[in-house]
């Protein structure tokens, strides 16, 4: 199947710094990349989505100013946490929405995750 | 997003079959997914399935999909130590390319 990489895959980082998280999707081109957010033991909270060349899409109760989302290229979208607090601390993955042209069909691959702690 | 109920836990003997259910509330969905996580891994996607099928056999997977109860199910024959993961049902629904994720069952497969 396709691939999606995140970078980095773990971080550390002080209260009120900046981080910024990378997605690239390694074998295609992805018009639409998402940002999920994952507590422990529990499900994918979608952040927003992230779309090439325009602003990205959030969803109710996230803070647009505080996750920066930049869909650079087919290949990459990028999450900035801005001044990072210990409550953003989470795991962050991606994923890439594969349009399956010439196959019929699409579907979505997920970046491995982002462990970030805010100390 | 909607509701969608999943069993939390389930535990089975390696050997045996695993499945695990997933109940969703939205009749439009198009394309309904399976996806596996590891322990502090991402999503890895396992097989899907159109809503216009009822079932579909990949290897050691199979799904069926009663849409008239809105009941997905993912068997896994012959379960291993290394099928132990959290399985999150998974859908789109017409108009959209969003997906909406179940709570996540946890299999735990006992040697």
């Known amino acids: 199947g396709a691939v999606v990489s995140q970078h980095p895959s773990r971080v550390i980082c002080k209260s009120g710094t900046s981080v910024k998280i990378e997605c690239r999707s390694l074998?295609?081109?992805?018009?639409?990349m998402f940002w999920y957010r994952q507590f422990p033991k529990q499900s994918l909270m979608l952040m927003a989505t992230s779309n090439e060349g325009s602003k990205a899409t959030y969803e109710q109760g996230v803070e647009k100013d505080k996750f920066l989302i930049n869909h650079a290229s087919l290949t990459l979208s990028t999450l900035t946490v801005t001044s990072a607090h210990p409550e953003d601390s989470s795991f962050y993955i991606c994923?890439?929405?594969?349009?399956?042209?010439?196959?019929?069909?699409?579907?979505?691959?997920f970046g491995p995750g982002t462990r970030l702690l805010v100390l | 997003g909607e509701d969608v109920e999943q069993s939390l836990f389930l535990s089975v003997r390696e050997g045996d079959s695993s499945v695990i259910n997933c109940t969703y509330t939205?009749?439009?969905?198009?394309?309904l997914y399976w996806y596996k996580q590891e322990p502090g891994a991402g999503l890895q996607l396992l097989t899907y399935i159109f809503s216009n099928m009822d079932m579909k056999q990949d290897q050691r997977l199979t799904v069926l999909l009663n849409k008239k109860d809105k009941h997905l199910s993912l068997r896994i024959a012959d379960t291993q130590t290394g099928d132990s993961a959290i399985y999150f049902c998974a859908w789109t629904w017409a108009g959209s390319y969003q997906l909406t994720f179940g709570k996540g069952t946890k299999l735990s497969v006992i040697p």
């Open positions: 074998d295609f081109q992805a018009t639409t």
């Open positions: 994923s890439a929405r594969d349009l399956g042209v010439g196959r019929g069909e699409e579907t979505q691959y």
């Open positions: 939205d009749s439009s969905s198009t394309y």
